[in-house]
């Protein structure tokens, strides 16, 4: 069936530093990717999403690319903040049609 | 604010006991899902819906029933609860792919 692994936290920067969290999927077709971020005592926002290979999911200073090669949707921020200090889930809507597909996470700390 | 909104917030139950979780969405989605979050196993689908009337069973449906008979309501019961399913419960609705979640309800069963 469809999974997402992603890289283990805790992941803990300095302001400003550059950040990659990996994420790796395995799904038949064409899957539609997703990153959520999980702010503390929260529930979960959509961060960004790309729906076909080569797209560029980005938001608020991230980025993911839908790379179908390497089955890869890896998030990129060039310059994180103490507020980005949160939980990020990568996840995937399969040809299955809507139900989404989680990553276990990877907490990120930034501290200043 | 339109949304997805859950009752109650925190709940604290003795193994045994029996409770319902609602989760009442005001989009007109189609689609709603109860999941489950644990700590470094991210969040699992415990069932979902397609619309009025209609369950299926996710990921881990084991101990939990649920309920659509409104479109805009998706009830999550647990007839015996156990210390296992202590968690966090998140519901979500959808049009498409356009996820929408809940705040959560905390459960801690003792």
């Known amino acids: 069936g469809d999974s997402v692994t992603q890289m283990e936290g805790p992941v803990t920067l300095s302001e400003e530093a550059f950040l990659t969290i990996n994420c790796t999927y395995t799904?038949?077709?064409?899957?539609?990717l997703f990153w959520y971020v999980q702010y503390p005592g929260e529930g979960l926002q959509l961060l960004l999403k790309a729906t076909k290979a080569d797209d560029k999911g980005s938001n608020k200073g991230f980025e993911a690319t839908y790379r179908k090669e390497t089955t890869s949707f890896h998030l990129e921020k060039g310059s994180v903040q103490v507020s980005d200090s949160a939980v990020y889930f990568c996840a995937l809507i399969g040809d299955s049609g809507y139900a989404l597909n989680f990553g276990k996470g990877t907490s990120l700390l930034v501290t200043p | 604010n339109a949304g997805v909104t859950q009752t109650p917030k925190f709940r604290v139950l003795k193994t045994g006991q029996s409770m319902t979780l609602l989760c009442a969405q005001d989009m007109n989605h189609e689609y709603m899902y109860w999941y489950r979050q644990d700590p470094g196993m991210g969040l699992r689908l415990i069932h979902y819906s397609v619309g009025e009337g209609t369950t299926a069973k996710g990921e881990v449906p084991d101990g939990y029933n649920v309920s659509r008979l409104k479109k805009q309501n998706f009830l999550l019961g647990l007839e015996s609860a156990a210390p296992s399913q202590t968690s966090v419960y998140f519901c979500?609705?959808?049009?498409?792919?356009?996820?929408?979640f809940g705040s959560g309800t905390r459960l801690t069963v003792v």
């Open positions: 799904a038949t077709g064409y899957p539609s």
């Open positions: 979500a609705s959808s049009l498409s792919s356009g996820y929408t």
